[in-house]
Nanobody
Framework: QVQLVESGGGLVQPGGSLRLSCAAS????????MGWYRQAPGKQRELVAI???????NYADSVKGRFTIARDNAKNTVYLQMNSLQPVDTAVYYC????????????????WGQGTQVTVSS
């Protein structure tokens, strides 16, 4: 069983920063990509940022220059540094692991964390 555990959400004032972390566990041998998605009330879940096992990154246009994604392959952990946060960034942020291979040989297309709330408000 693969588990993704997120941490680091909370309440921050406009212009502030937060750092999200997501640790994947479950005898994982390799994860092709890890990323962050978010879902605001009344809106669909959207991609925020993704990083491949080789370090290639992709960001939503709305967060380019403000957010930075990084990963530690040895720890199966992905991070999202969020700077210059604005109220429009308020959402539940979900961690995603794509293409997960376990030591047992089993393979999972997509696994999701439980989500962490980020609220940007004065």
């Amino acid at each position: 069983q693969v588990q993704l555990v997120e941490s680091g959400g909370g309440l921050v004032q406009p212009g502030g920063s937060l750092r999200l972390s997501c640790a994947a566990s479950g005898s994982i041998v390799r994860t092709n990509a890890m990323g962050w998605y978010r879902q605001a009330p009344g809106k669909q879940r959207e991609l925020v940022a993704i990083i491949t096992n080789g370090g290639i990154t992709n960001y939503a246009d709305s967060v380019k220059g403000r957010f930075t994604i990084a990963r530690d392959n040895a720890k199966n952990t992905v991070y999202l540094q969020m700077n210059s946060l604005q109220p429009v960034d308020t959402a539940v942020y979900y961690c995603n692991a794509h293409g997960v291979r376990r030591s047992s040989g089993s393979y999972y297309d997509d696994e999701w964390g439980q989500g962490t709330q980020v609220t940007v408000s004065s």
